[in-house]
């Protein structure tokens, strides 16, 4: 499957050599300037850099030059030859691929300063706020020298620090964040608010990670609105419900009601038909979103909870995922699951999805260690090719064939067996789980075992960096969720360096990676294998699966009975086939649901960049003042020149009072129109029953909607602007009766939301948004 796909991804848009050789050339004809770079001064060095043309050939090679002696000069880390292969193929536009521990942050460091010197404004995008953090001070003496500032926003970070940091040349900061940064601006009331610059140049780090597993996550700014009471007696016949009362469809992403469940609900709830007209739209409804909450959702797999809230899980990361929320319906369903408190509702403000977020910047480069098989993804979605970065040292990894056994049970008898019998060497051991549940229940098993392991999963992630700086200790045993993502380097030996407990695991065979049970997509099973066999240590990989698996269950639908080539379960060649044939299917379905998103989000996207150009004319300009003096000239004159009833008022103050009355109405128009493509988005697969086409059916109506916007938007101010009072305190928006949130906030949605044709089909009924 590896092989096969690798070669797939690259037919399809991942060119392993893409001008690769004109790249080494540089580098190679770089070495004539290195004695010229070592005698610099260090207060001659950004002077010098700054003389390069970095677009023509000797520019370039002179810049290679200056980034080997001035990462050995500010960082004691001289860049090989193949991190600087990888720096060369980014400023060119491409994404790379280069191995875990290859040095992927000192590459973008040295891209990120091409860029600068440029001219160009560089966002380094990272996965979260530990790693922008973390890579901008380690890099920071490097742009130094460079004479390149540098800064970083968090979570953490004020609106003037933001703006410090957006204001230097490159600033370090997670996809979230940055994102969150853009949706706030829709807050700004006057200019000096704003703090999102103009995007320009983005270099993305763990880039499959953040445009593809992530591309799909809505990020939202939400205005308070107050918490919908759930119907307990809803909750309470949905809890007490039986298999034979619900089905779920055969992905685990739908569950309905069987017509012997239907009717025990029915009958519960006082008699009620709820495929009625009274009930078909609200509470069917509800009692869908209680079947999602209770049946398909799974504490300790899905999310957690903890500090009497709940915590959705990133399944793609296998940490808490912060400030994620299901939408409100599903939110308050599992917190009243949970008997927790019920968390504030919100009111959409604005929202964008990531892949719309990096679609803004008219340049994009990125890196991962495994690039070659999204290449389709970056191709078909972003216009990215990939470029293959090969390893500084040869990769001496082994990698076993998989072992499928044919039950859940067999297989984890099996992973603790064998991680039993390395343990005993003194070998160090990663096993990389999918979830909570599993993670803990195998840690249970080796326990029993005599085999203690530190376990990482989204329970304790705080502790991340420490117990993966360890996993490489002689002896040690860690049990982690997804590692994609977690950006701290496993060394052999131990974190503190030391060289002779590196040479004896370095003797034990290097790192041991186990895997339990393959993902849906082979990247995240190269993510895991790679944190072995780093910068050309020895190591091994072997992954361990069974057909009772997930990734099996969910998209195989019928297979012919295999039997076990040996007493413990073990099935033979067959067995592997059918695990890989399982991920294939599950690689499809999820570019399929990644095309129908994108489909269904590229007008609305293009819709909000529209809403975007008139709210930054309003606020930056006049224009609100000269359409309403010409929608309403005699009000206007009124408050210019005063009369009997209005006091003369001061032009700034009433060009103030203008734009705010207009940026209100069209602030509020834009949150409707949201509200409004959100109810197409629930119901739009119904049309499919009809024969109609979902999407084009779906473009048809947000666009006679959004074609209207505008007009109404500035109706409403015209007629506010004729009753508001104004005075030389400016507007009283309040005492109209027009209020903004008081309180808002940022978070992401959890939620699938175009899945394909027959799977909506088979979920029209169980539909729970």
């Not at 991942?14 to 004539?32: C, D, G, L, M, P």
């Not at 269950?553 to 060649?573: C, H, Y």
């Not at 938007?713 to 400016?730: C, Q, Y």
């Amino acid at each position: 499957m590896g092989k096969f796909s690798n070669a797939m991804w690259r037919m399809l848009g991942a060119q392993a050599t893409r001008n690769q050789s004109k790249s080494v050339a540089f580098i190679e004809a770089s070495a004539e300037h290195d004695e010229w770079a070592k005698g610099l001064a260090d207060d001659e060095f950004a002077s010098a850099a700054a003389d390069l043309d970095i677009n023509t050939e000797g520019g370039r090679t002179r810049f290679l030059s200056l980034a080997r002696e001035g990462g050995t000069r500010a960082l004691e880390m001289t860049p090989f030859d193949v991190q600087l292969q990888g720096a060369l193929r980014m400023l060119e536009g491409d994404v790379i691929e280069m191995a875990t521990g290859e040095g992927k942050t000192l590459t973008g460091a040295i891209a990120a300063i091409g860029f600068a010197l440029d001219g160009r404004s560089v966002h380094v995008i990272s996965v979260n706020d530990y790693l922008a953090g973390r890579d901008a001070e380690w890099m920071k003496p490097l742009y130094d020298l460079f004479g390149i500032s540098v800064g970083a926003v968090s979570e953490k970070s004020s609106r003037a620090e933001r703006q410090e940091a957006y204001a230097c040349d490159v600033t370090y900061g997670s996809v979230n964040e940055i994102g969150f940064d853009v949706l706030r601006d829709h807050l700004a009331l006057t200019a000096d608010e704003l703090v999102a610059p103009t995007p320009d140049v983005a270099i993305v780090d763990e880039a499959d990670s953040v445009l593809v597993d992530e591309a799909l996550v809505p990020l939202i700014l939400a205005g308070s609105t107050p918490a919908a009471i759930p119907n307990s007696a809803i909750f309470d016949v949905v809890a007490r419900l039986k298999s034979k009362h619900y089905e779920v469809d055969p992905d685990g992403r739908n569950v309905s009601l069987t017509d012997e469940g239907a009717e025990l609900v029915e009958a519960t709830l006082g008699g009620i038909n709820l495929y009625s007209d009274e009930h078909v739209g609200s509470t069917l409804v509800h009692v869908n979103v209680a079947l999602y909450a209770y049946y398909l959702l799974e504490r300790d797999v899905d999310y957690i909870v903890r500090d009497g809230g709940v915590h959705l899980i990133n399944a793609s990361r296998g940490r808490v995922a912060r400030l994620q929320r299901w939408p409100d319906g599903v939110q308050a369903a599992v917190e009243f699951k949970e008997s927790l408190e019920l968390t504030e509702a919100g009111e959409v403000i604005d929202t964008i999805t990531v892949q719309a977020l990096i679609g803004r910047y008219p340049r994009v480069a990125g890196m991962t260690g495994t690039a070659i098989a999204a290449g389709e993804q970056f191709r078909q979605f972003y216009g990215l090719a990939v470029s293959q970065i090969p390893p500084n040292a040869p990769n001496v990894r082994v990698d076993e064939p998989d072992r499928v056994y044919d039950t859940k049970a067999n297989k984890v008898e099996a992973v603790v067996e064998y991680v039993a019998e390395i343990h005993e060497t003194g070998q160090p051991i990663l096993i990389g789980t999918h979830d909570v549940a599993q993670s803990e229940e195998l840690a249970y098993f080796l326990e029993r075992a005599g085999v203690t392991a530190v376990v990482l999963n989204a329970k304790n992630d705080a502790e991340e960096a420490a117990i993966i700086a360890e996993a490489g200790r002689k002896g040690a045993v860690t049990v982690s969720t997804q590692m994609a993502g977690r950006g701290t380097d496993i060394r052999l030996g131990g974190s503190d360096g030391d060289d002779a407990a590196r040479e004896e695991v370095l003797e034990l065979g290097g790192l041991c990676v186990v895997g339990t049970g393959r993902y849906d997509t082979e990247r995240l099973d190269n993510q895991l294998r790679g944190r072995a066999g780093r910068q050309g240590d020895p190591g091994t990989s072997v992954f361990f699966s069974s057909l009772e698996d997930p990734l099996v269950t969910k998209n195989i639908t019928s297979m012919r009975e295999q039997v076990a080539t040996s007493p413990d379960g073990l099935l033979g060649p067959k067995g592997i086939e059918t695990v890989e044939q399982a991920q294939r299917i599950a690689e499809a379905a999820m570019l399929t649901l990644h095309s129908n998103t994108w489909n269904f989000n590229k007008q609305v996207n293009e819709q909000r960049e529209a809403i975007v150009r008139r709210r930054m004319t309003i606020l930056t300009t006049d224009e609100a003042a000269r359409e309403l003096e010409k929608a309403e000239p005699e009000r206007w004159t009124a408050l210019s020149e005063g009369d009997d009833d209005t006091a003369e008022v001061d032009e700034d103050v009433l060009t103030e009072a203008a734009r705010q009355i207009v940026l209100y109405h069209l602030d509020r128009a834009w949150s409707d129109h949201l509200a409004y493509v959100a109810d197409v988005q629930a119901s739009i697969h119904l049309r499919a029953l009809g024969q109609e086409s979902p999407l084009e059916q779906f473009h048809k109506l947000i666009f006679a909607e959004f074609t209207k916007l505008v007009d109404e938007a500035m109706a409403a101010a015209a007629k506010t602007f004729t009753e508001v009072t104004i005075t030389n305190d400016g507007v009283d928006l309040d005492g109209a009766d027009l209020h903004r949130s008081t309180m808002t906030w940022t978070y992401l949605v959890h939620e699938n939301q175009f899945s394909s044709g027959s799977q909506a089909m088979q979920g029209i009924v169980g539909i729970f948004r």
